[in-house]
């Protein structure tokens, strides 16, 4: 096995656990001693693509989120949320500003956040089988800040 | 998240605590919507002085709240913004709708 540190964790899409989520990410990456900005963008994200697997992916069940992150090279941190949902058929039209299934209730500005707060975002998803959101931040060390 | 409320000489004074997102939102919303119902206020503010993050679900509130205030003929401020919230509000240039003060 690599020797690099991870955490994988898995949870119900009860919304109650959209704030458990971004903190266990932001804990997950206050090793690398981020500003609170980078912080703050990175609870963001987070809480952006675990609310879509609660709302979007699971709309009228509960079903199963996964939230992994990791450390793949020096001062970068990866974070992959992952669900079994309805999926979604046209990845690059959900990920235009202001596109939404949601009506009112959204702004459809969840993934200009992901892709503005993070350094780079990436979404798989195949209808009926689910979706797959990876996001990366490097993390700048203080001295350079 | 907690909401407190203060009615003095027709403004209506939201003060909200805690972290503001989708699971939060909805009962924020609804008290916030019943409460400008019952009072018919001419102003609204929102104080976001106890509010340390919010994500997208955060701009809907505003956004909904402002549009609440119009069809009353009325107006929304929200005042002492932190750093986080003001950088998810500018990211979708909710200041084009809703004038917000930064914390400073
Ligand atoms: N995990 C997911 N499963 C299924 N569909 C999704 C998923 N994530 C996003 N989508 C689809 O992509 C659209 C755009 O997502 P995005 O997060 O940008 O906006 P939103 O969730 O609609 O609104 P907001 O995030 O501003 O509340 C959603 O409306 C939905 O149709
Ligand atoms: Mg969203």
Redesign the pocket.
């Known amino acids: 096995m690599k020797s690099e540190n991870y955490i994988k964790v898995e949870f119900p899409s009860m919304s109650a656990n959209e704030a458990f989520a971004r903190n266990v990410a932001a804990i997950f990456a206050a090793r690398l001693d981020p500003t609170l900005d980078e912080v703050g963008d990175i609870k963001t994200a987070v809480s ?1 693509a675990v ?3 609660i ?3 699971y709309p009228s069940e509960l079903g199963r989120i996964q939230l992994r992150c990791r450390l793949p090279e020096h001062n970068l941190v990866e974070i992959v949320v992952r ?1 079994w ?4 058929a046209d990845v690059p039209q ?2 235009e500003p202001m ?4 009506g009112e209730d ?7 956040m992901m892709e503005g707060f993070m350094d780079s975002l990436k979404v798989r ?1 195949s209808p009926g089988k689910g ?1 797959t ?1 990876t996001m990366k931040k490097r993390i700048l060390s203080k001295a350079r800040k | 998240m907690s909401v407190q409320t203060n009615f003095e000489n027709g403004e209506l004074r939201f003060s909200l605590g805690g972290e503001l997102d ?1 699971h939060s939102a909805r009962d924020v919303m609804r008290k916030i919507a019943d409460e400008i119902d019952r009072r018919l206020p001419g102003k609204c503010v929102l104080d976001l002085a106890g509010v340390g993050f919010t994500d ?2 955060g ?2 509130v505003l956004l909904r709240t402002h549009k609440h205030m119009r069809e009353l003929g009325g107006s929304l401020s929200v005042e002492n913004v932190h750093a986080q919230p003001a950088k998810v509000f500018r990211a979708a240039n909710v200041g084009k709708m809703v004038a917000f003060q930064e914390v400073r």
């Not at chain 1, 949902?85 to 979604?88: D, R, S």
């Not at chain 1, 596109?99 to 949601?102: L, R, S």
């Open positions: 952006e609310t879509n697997s709302v979007h992916a669900d949902g309805v999926g979604i959900a990920m596109f939404t299934t949601g959204r702004s459809g500005m969840g993934f200009s998803s979706t959101v | 989708h997208s679900s701009i809907a």
